[in-house]
């Protein structure tokens, strides 16, 4: 869909990449499928203004954002700004069937909406799995001065505040991915032509650099975990350190690349260099991977935890953070270690792969030390390297300032996830949603086009909640990410939930529920599901009308069916501008 020309005219000042002080800002995105050299090896790549990962959107907090998008691309596509609210613009969600119709090759979509809220978000393809096409870059949203810090409560002494907040204003994100040889269409192709999921990949990036490394069978073997023995029976991990299907006559069926057939591949390493002067370096650690949790890690430097899914968060100091996809870690690296490089360290801590990447951090002007190894906080897949080793603990998390929900629920929906059969598709609510509601007139405009059973309804200023109930054994964690509001994370346990409101659990299980200091997401994991069923318990207020997704934010279950529309405030269905309404279509 092609905006009014007029739109173009708005785009006399081009803020890329840079702080900015204007109340508008404008970014301009060229989408090209290009051939393009990633891990060392070359295939079509998704290219965001000529590069991969796409650009860094920095603004402050109460900026109106303008983001013209120009697919240049032989297919669709579409921008979703992960964690932004949208308030009052659900148009700009870029979520097709559901916000907008996908950007036709050649056409172009303005996105426009308002930077409420502080922190570090991301924006990503959200059409089919283009996301593991290389569509993805982070946003970071200054905060307004009268937003208080959290970092009184690492430090007192003035001269290291001082520190900690230059630190935080020239902040930078490392985003960390996976990458496949194959293009997510050949993945898709290759999942529908032989049923198996593909939940591996070829390399683990970090801000889009890496390698493709193949460790020796051997290896492999002595870093199989007993989980993954358990799952394995007689049979080893592929040479891509990958479970194989269970049924053999189907990995036959399924491309090299694709779970078995490593080909090693040498890229360059990321590299962050710092200085002992400055005293703390601030990174937001990102996880935006098509099928991977990863733990993350810098030899021998603490992290100190301040901010969550881009909200301030009472510091905690750890050596090690296990990020779900989705989510935003933020953290201040206090630099008081010799000179010398030390290793940042990206793992994969699922039993459906052992992969990891590396990076370097060097301090400036170091000439020594660059041949000693670094004494490491973790493994290669992502458990503890020394008995001493913290890792970030979700349940000591506490929101700075405390904000708490209603006591009062106004409906409660609760969605069984599961996998069907032995194959790629699986459900969030009753039934697995298509992708080729994808291609539907958006909901926003037709309330109908989409059948219900692939939808929810709330009302406007109502509060909901959303028990996702993983009913079979055997699920790794759901990162379930909601888009528009954040939510509180209320509650979560193992065993099915067998009650018909929270209200109702918590009289009988009070210590699995926080409605005291609960974290506020926009992305937050279901307890593992390893030997039997598992919850989780999410509150939301409805306060932004429109039709929003909710989904698993693991590709494969994405693409896979694990979503839902959720249909907030259908009686304050929100007025579209007249630029953004389509032809012929009627309310």
Not at 173 to 180: E, Q
Not at 284 to 298: V, Y
Request: include cysteine; charged fraction near 15%; proline fraction near 7%.
């Amino acid at each position: 869909m092609t905006l009014y020309h007029s739109w173009l005219g708005l785009l006399y000042l081009l803020c890329l990449v840079q702080w900015v002080s204007c109340k508008v800002v404008q970014f301009e995105l060229n989408l090209t499928w290009e051939n393009h050299e990633v891990a060392g090896a070359t295939r079509k790549t998704i290219l965001s203004n000529g590069q991969f990962p796409s650009p860094t959107l920095r603004l402050k907090q109460g900026d109106t954002v303008e983001f013209l998008v120009n697919n240049s691309m032989p297919f669709e596509a579409t921008v979703h700004f992960h964690g932004i609210e949208q308030r009052d613009t659900p148009w700009s969600d870029g979520v097709p069937g559901l916000s907008q119709k996908p950007i036709a090759p050649g056409d172009q979509f303005f996105y426009t909406w308002t930077a409420t809220h502080y922190g570090t978000y991301i924006y990503h393809a959200h059409t089919r799995s283009q996301i593991e096409d290389g569509l993805y870059g982070a946003i970071y949203i200054q905060p307004d001065e009268s937003v208080e810090k959290p970092f009184h409560l690492i430090a007192d002494d003035a001269k290291e505040l001082q520190a900690m907040g230059e630190a935080e204003l020239e902040t930078k994100p490392i985003i960390l991915s996976d990458w496949r040889h194959l293009t997510s269409e050949e993945i898709w192709q290759a999942q529908v032509a032989s049923g198996v999921e593909n939940f591996c990949a070829n390399a683990v990036l970090i801000n889009g650099k890496g390698s493709v490394l193949c460790l020796p069978q051997d290896r492999i073997n002595a870093l199989t975990t007993p989980a993954q023995r358990r799952a394995l029976g007689n049979k080893t991990l592929t040479d891509m350190g990958c479970l194989p299907p269970s049924d053999p006559r189907k990995a036959n069926l399924t491309p090299n690349g694709f779970l078995r057939g490593c080909t090693p591949s040498q890229g360059p390493a990321e590299v962050f260099e710092v200085e002992s002067a400055s005293q703390y370096r601030s990174w937001d650690l990102i996880n935006i991977a098509g099928s991977l949790e990863l733990a993350f890690s810098i030899d021998q430097h603490p992290l100190y935890v301040y901010a969550v899914d881009g909200r301030y968060i009472e510091p905690i100091r750890v050596d090690a953070i296990t990020i779900p996809i989705g989510s935003r870690y933020s953290v201040l690296v206090k630099l008081d270690q010799p000179a010398g490089e030390y290793m940042v360290r990206a793992a994969n801590t699922g039993a459906n792969q052992i992969i990891n990447g590396t990076g370097i951090m060097r301090y400036r002007a170091s000439t020594h030390n660059r041949n000693r190894l670094s004494q490491p906080w973790i493994t290669e897949v992502g458990t503890n390297a020394t008995e001493n080793t913290v890792f970030l603990d979700e349940t000591r998390v506490v929101p700075f300032p405390v904000e708490v929900p209603s006591l009062h629920v106004d409906r409660t929906y609760i969605l069984n996830v599961d996998h069907i059969g032995n194959s790629y598709s699986w459900t969030l609510g009753n039934h697995s949603y298509p992708q080729s509601n994808e291609e539907a007139i958006p909901l926003l405009f037709n309330r109908s086009s989409i059948s219900t059973k692939y939808t929810i309804t709330t009302l406007n200023n109502t509060w909901v909640d959303l028990i996702v109930n993983v009913t079979t054994g055997g699920q790794p964690p759901h990162p379930i990410h909601k888009h528009s509001n954040k939510y509180f994370v209320i509650g979560s346990g193992s065993g099915a939930f067998r009650y018909h409101s929270v209200a109702e659990a918590v009289k009988d299980i009070p210590e699995s529920f926080n409605l005291r200091n609960p974290q506020m997401r926009d992305t937050f994991f279901s307890p593992p599901a390893d030997a039997g069923p598992s919850w989780l318990a999410i509150r939301y207020h409805v306060a932004n009308p429109g039709p929003f997704l909710l989904h698993c934010h693991i590709q494969p279950h994405l693409s896979g069916g694990m979503a839902l529309a959720i249909m907030d405030g259908v009686d304050s269905w929100p007025h579209v501008p007249e630029e953004y309404e389509l032809p012929a279509v009627s309310h």
